[in-house]
Each structure stands twice: as C-alpha cells, then as structure tokens.
C-alpha cells in the first residue's frame, strides 16, 4: 500500500470536481464518500440532492472563517492505493484505513474535535482519495510536517495487519520517479522512457567512462546532450543542467534538468567527488605477466564480496558505487547480442547503488581506473572474458543484495536481486561460445589424461571431487586444468585456490564455476598462442555442453 500526497493546492472545488468527474483516461467509477470528518457530509455521488459546491462550502467553511490567517494554499490531498494482487477492500475498511493515515499524518488526530476538515472519496476498487482543508476548529494550520513518511509508516502497520501486500520501502535516496506528465509525453513523441530517464542512464554511463570532471561534460556533448554549466563568480563550476535536444515545453525551449534532480549521487559535487584524481595503483600481474585492463576489473569485482563482508560501511559503500559504474559501461562495450540485458542489468541496479551512507571513494580507485581503461580498449576476442567478468559481477550483486539486506536497505536489496536476474541471463548467453569450446577441448582428452585430472581434483577437493567428476561441465574444468599445468601453474595449488576463492555451495555447477576462476587466475586465454600446440591429442567427435543454470 502506498500514499502520494501532493502539493498543497488552493481550489477545493477543483480537486472535488476531479475526484467525482470521469478522470482522464474514464477510468473513475462510482465516485463516493466512504468516510467524512462527521459522517455527515454531503456526498454528490450517492445522494441526488448534494452537490459538487455544497461539499466544497463545508469543508472551506473555516477557511473562510480564518480569513487572513487561513493559508493560501490550504488543500491537502492524499491518495492511498493498494497493491494490483491485493484482495478489494471494502468501504468500511477504507474508511478505518483514511482515519489511520489522518491521525498518524497530524492533519486530523483521532479524538481531537477541532481536527481539520476532511473527506474520503473512492471512485475504484483499489485505492481512495483523501482531501482535507489546513485550518482547524481553533483557526490554526494543523501539525502535518514530516507527513509522507508518517503516512508511509502507518500503511506498513495497515498492511500486516489486513493481511496486504508487504511494499518494499526505501530511506528517500531514490531517484525521482517521472511524474504521469512525463510518461504521457514521452508516449506521445514516440519513447518507452522520459527525457528524465534518458538522461540518468546517458549521465551515468558517461561518470563511468569519463576520467575527470571536464572530459564528463565533453562526452555528454558529444552524445548530443545539452549541457548547461553553472559557476560562482570566481570561475568555479557550481552545478550542471542536461537536456534533451527533442524535449522541449509549449514555448520551444529546451526542458532542463539539474543533475540532482536525475539521481541524488549525479550533482556536480558527488561527480567531482568520484573523479577526483587519485595516485595511480601498481598494475597486477598474473604468472608474471601485467594485467590487461579486463582482468584488472575483474580482480577488483572479485574483492567485492569480501570487501563488503570485512570492510566498514563507508568502503562497503564505496565498492558498491564502483560495481554500479562497473554494471554502466559494460553496454558500451559488450557485443551488441548482450547489450540490452546488460543495460537492464545497469538499470535495476541503479537504485542499489545508493543509500544513506556516505561512501569513501578513494577506497575503490583502481577498479574505477580499470573501468574507464576497458571503455578505451577493443573488445577483446576472447569470450571468455567477457564470461569470467560476467560471473566475478553476478557473485559481486548477490554479495551487495546481501549487505543492503542485513543494513536493512529493502529497496536497494530488491534492485540487486532483480539486476542478479539480469547478469544470469547476460553470463548464460556469453558462456556458451566459449565454454563450448573448453568443453570440446575437455572432451579430446585422452583417458589417461582424464584419469590424471580427476585425481587431482580429488587431491584437492576430496569432499566436492564426485559432484564435480559427474557434473555436464567437467569436461570444461579437465581440460582447463590441463591447460594451467601446460602454462606452468601447479594444477592441486591453482585448483585449491580457487575452490577457497569463493563459497560453491550455492553454485549450481561447481565444475564451471572452478572452471572460470582457473582461467582467471592462471591468465589463460581461450585460444592457445601463435606456434604453441595445445595439450591435446588429435579431436574426436565434438559434443556441446548442456547448459547449467549458474546461481549464487
């Protein structure tokens, strides 16, 4: 169940002729009081006699009685819809529920007789209307700030206690939802999005690649954002505007929009604040060798989770921040088959990648720096790649669904838990080109060699060696252990280490799991270099891996 209260308005006549008129769209029914200040107000919807006027004129009476002092804009109006799957409500419950939102709101207290003026009007089955004139029976403004929350509160009481729908409830860190203007606009000029949501996911995607703060405005320009820059009068940027060249108002003028009001973490200050220039980290190496900007990412999203499980929550905070940037400019960069359940991937975790706790940036710089690398680089040709990061982010979102879980963030961990659906999708299309191709490999193998790798999985793994030995995906996890002992590594060492990497009991394949951390940590590519022979016999006849369902 959830409550909209709107802008205090000045019309009481005009909210009542909409609330009883046929709505935009014909979509009001029976139009009724279920509940009043008295019980006696005059309902136009059920008695022939009463009036639109008549209604209006009680509930104003101490407006007028105030005179001055009664306040301009003394309309409260409020609605309470419940949730699609919720059973229908009957009046009297309606009723009981508008008197709790009134008491707990302030604007009319239970038991208090110069409690505001106040009428409930259900014209459908799944929510009410409540409108309510500010001056009470002493002429004086009730006592209703802080109402939304208050409003909030009370409906989570009313919904365990009728048995409704649980909504998931956020702490106001959420980005401002387009108003029922923008999506009829946005209809009408031919978008599935408004110019608002276009532009959060445009000036997120371009924090995610941009280097610093000037090199972010030159990019949104250059994808034909319009960009309005603010400063002090000392030359300092104060703020930012965006806009859309094809969103205009009644006068042909460009419809702005600050950048606070896209997303509270995309004002100028919090931009700034993640591309401010940090010294540059030691690139890593692998057996050796230095990272490529890939693997750098996917180092970095693989001490998420256990950064999020042993840090403080500024750090936590701060990592969940960098996997969201991370999340944002993988649809630039992935192969054009993967992109859209990527970007939705990005989109759901939007709304995880915030909270009321302040992050320490800092702590997350070299992931940030790796991600903007990999936007200036080729997509690589190894799909494994792309395979392995796609896994190292799947198990970094579960990780931040369970940290915003336990600090209570029941939005966020929802947002998490839907862009988890979304990286599964993405990870299952992007595995199977190159897990075919391991599999194939795994499938060459020689018997004897097959025997060798099996006994070294249950040298390492004894307690987890005959799930692994019967999974679909050993083929896959032989042949990359053969490949890591042909690049040098010690296959019972490498194995073991990644096996404690990271907890597979809940992975539904652990042999494809184990799989990708080898090739990760071993820096094996999926093809073998120029004039180096694989370590396999001649080819038998391939067969293609059935595909497993990979769950955190």
Not at 107 to 135: E, F, L
Not at 330 to 340: G, K, Q, V, Y
Request: charged fraction near 25%; glycine fraction near 6%; include cysteine.
């Amino acid at each position: 169940m959830i409550t909209n209260i709107g802008k205090a308005g000045a019309n009481t006549h005009g909210v009542l002729r909409y609330l009883y008129g046929p709505g935009r769209a014909n979509e009001h029914t029976d139009p009724h009081l279920v509940a009043s200040w008295d019980g006696f107000a005059p309902d136009p919807g059920r008695d022939e006699t009463a009036t639109l006027v008549q209604l209006a004129t009680v509930l104003d009476l101490r407006v007028k009685q105030g005179g001055d002092r009664a306040p301009d804009k003394h309309v409260w109006h409020c609605s309470v819809r419940a949730a699609p799957e919720d059973r229908i409500l009957t009046d009297d419950e309606w009723a009981t529920i508008a008197r709790r939102i009134l008491n707990a709101t302030g604007i009319a207290p239970a038991g208090d007789p110069d409690a505001c003026r106040w009428v409930a009007v259900r014209h459908a089955d799944d929510h009410i209307h409540i409108v309510a004139t500010k001056v009470r029976g002493d002429l004086t403004p009730p006592r209703n700030w802080n109402d939304y929350p208050r409003a909030d509160k009370e409906c989570a009481a009313i919904e365990k206690e009728y048995g409704l729908r649980q909504v998931v409830r956020g702490d106001h860190t959420a980005a401002k939802r387009p108003t029922r203007a923008e999506k009829e606009k946005a209809l009408r000029a031919g978008h599935t999005a408004t110019p608002r949501e276009r532009l959060r996911t445009t000036v997120r995607t371009t924090v995610a690649a941009a280097t610093d703060t000037e090199e972010f405005f030159t990019i949104l320009r250059s994808a034909g954002v319009l960009v309005d820059i603010q400063r002090f009068p000392s030359g300092d940027i104060r703020g930012y505007k965006v806009a859309l060249p094809d969103d205009t108002n009644a006068k042909g003028e460009p419809v702005w929009f600050s950048g606070s009001t896209l997303a509270p973490d995309l004002s100028y200050p919090k931009i700034s604040e993640r591309l401010a220039p940090t010294e540059p980290a030691h690139m890593g190496r692998h057996s050796g060798r230095p990272l490529t900007a890939w693997q750098q990412v996917t180092d970095g999203v693989d001490r998420i989770p256990d950064a999020l499980e042993q840090a403080d929550d500024v750090v936590g905070q701060a990592h969940i921040t960098v996997l969201a940037e991370t999340l944002d400019a993988l649809p630039l960069i992935a192969p054009a088959s993967h992109r859209p359940q990527l970007a939705q991937a990005a989109a759901a975790f939007e709304r995880a990648s915030r909270s009321r706790i302040r992050a320490h940036h800092q702590q997350a710089q070299a992931t940030r720096r790796a991600i903007k690398a990999i936007v200036r680089e080729p997509a690589p040709k190894d799909g494994a790649l792309l395979a392995i990061l796609l896994d190292a982010l799947l198990l970094a979102v579960v990780a931040a669904q369970h940290w915003h879980h336990t600090h209570h963030h029941d939005q966020q961990a929802e947002a998490a838990r839907q862009a988890a659906e979304h990286l599964q999708a993405a990870y299952q299309a992007a595995a199977i080109q190159p897990l075919t191709v391991i599999h194939q490999r795994g499938l060459r193998l020689t018997v004897t060699v097959q025997q060798q790798q099996a006994a070294l999985v249950r040298r390492a793994l004894p307690d987890l060696a005959e799930q692994i030995l019967t999974e679909p995906g050993w083929p896959a996890l032989a042949a990359t252990l053969a490949n890591a002992e042909t690049a040098g590594r010690d296959p019972v060492a490498a194995l073991t280490e990644a096996a404690t990497q990271r907890e597979l009991g809940t992975a539904t394949s652990v042999s494809e799991v184990l799989a990708w951390r080898l090739r990760h940590l071993a820096n094996l590519p999926l093809q073998p270099a120029p004039g180096k022979p694989a370590p396999t016999p001649p080819p038998a006849q391939p067969a293609r891996p059935t595909q497993q369902r990979h769950t955190r």
